[in-house]
Nanobody, 122 residues
Framework: QVRLVESGGGSVQAGGSLRLSCAASRSTYYMGWFRQAPGKEREGVAA???????NYAESVKGRFTISRDNTKNTLYLQMDSLKPEDTAMYYCAASLWPSGTQALEVGRYNYWGQGTQVTVSS
C-alpha cells in the first residue's frame, strides 16, 4: 500500500507559477501528475520513473517540470506560465511495478492521492 498526500495548490493569475508536492509513504516505481477539470476526464500531465525518465502532455511541455526526490519519497510539479485552461484538481499517482501501459495513462497507476485544487484566473 502507498499513501499519497498532495500539497501546494492554490489560486494564481495567468502567467504565474505554482509548485505542487506529493509525499509518498514508501518508495515507488513510477509516479505521475494527473488533472481533472469539471465535466472532463482525468488526463495525464507528467510522469517520471525512478531513474528520472520523464513524460509530458503536449499541452504542458515547456511550462511544467516534474521531478522527484527518492530520498524523501516526494514528487514535485513546478508549473510556470500558467493558463486559465490549467485550472483543475491535480492528483498524484504512483505505481510499484513496471508496466507496459503508457506513462500518462490512468490505468498504469494503482495508488492515488486526494487531489489539490489549482485555479488560474485570467
Amino acid at each position: 500500500q502507498v499513501r499519497l498526500v498532495e500539497s501546494g495548490g492554490g489560486s494564481v493569475q495567468a502567467g504565474g507559477s505554482l509548485r505542487l508536492s506529493c509525499a509518498a509513504s514508501r518508495s515507488t516505481y513510477y509516479m505521475g501528475w494527473f488533472r481533472q477539470a469539471p465535466g472532463k476526464e482525468r488526463e495525464g500531465v507528467a510522469a517520471i520513473g525512478r531513474t528520472d525518465i520523464t513524460n509530458y502532455a503536449e499541452s504542458v511541455k515547456g511550462r511544467f517540470t516534474i521531478s522527484r526526490d527518492n530520498t524523501k519519497n516526494t514528487l514535485y510539479l513546478q508549473m510556470d506560465s500558467l493558463k486559465p485552461e490549467d485550472t483543475a484538481m491535480y492528483y498524484c499517482a504512483a505505481s510499484l511495478w513496471p508496466s507496459g501501459t503508457q506513462a500518462l495513462e490512468v490505468g498504469r497507476y494503482n495508488y492515488w492521492g486526494q487531489g489539490t485544487q489549482v485555479t488560474v484566473s485570467s
